[in-house]
Structures are given as C-alpha cells and as structure tokens.
C-alpha cells in the first residue's frame, strides 16, 4: 500500500466509536478520514457496524490476496 501513497492507517486495531464515545467495532486497520476499513474473519460480523455509518469495509484476507479493491476505494482529492 506504501507503494501506491497509500495513507498510513489510525494506530492498529481501529476502534469505532459511537457519538457517545463508546466502542461499537473494531478493525485491525482503519482510516478514519476515507472511512475504509480491513477486518479479519472474526470482525466481519460487525462489518455492518461500519457501513451503517458510511464506511467501506474490506476483508483482511481479500485485501492481502489482492489489494486492488481497497485501492481503488480511495476517491480522486482524499488525502495521501
């Protein structure tokens, strides 16, 4: 992902937290200001958690097999 000047992620495992600053999910890799999200096996369960908030959620297997799709979820003017 360096390669591609791809952000660094918030400090791993992302934690999600509602208005109230309570934990409703965690990621082991997030980015906050694209709201993307990588989640293993076990956190794919919660990957609603984040989507209902406008995240886009990826699984961590699918993204080492090819990150490609998590490539391509940043949009032209995010932020590297």
């Known amino acids: 992902l360096a390669d591609r ?6 400090d ?31 956190q794919m369960v919660r990957a609603p958690r984040f989507e209902l908030r406008g995240w886009k959620v990826f699984s961590l297997a699918e993204v080492l097999a090819s990150p490609e799709p998590l490539l391509a979820a940043r949009t032209p003017g995010d932020s590297p």
């Open 12 to 42: 791993p495992p992302f934690e999600l937290v509602d208005n109230g600053g309570e934990t409703v999910a965690g990621a082991e890799l997030g980015w906050p200001e694209l709201k993307v999200a990588v989640l293993d096996d076990a």
């Open 5 to 10: 000047d791809w952000p660094l992620p918030a």
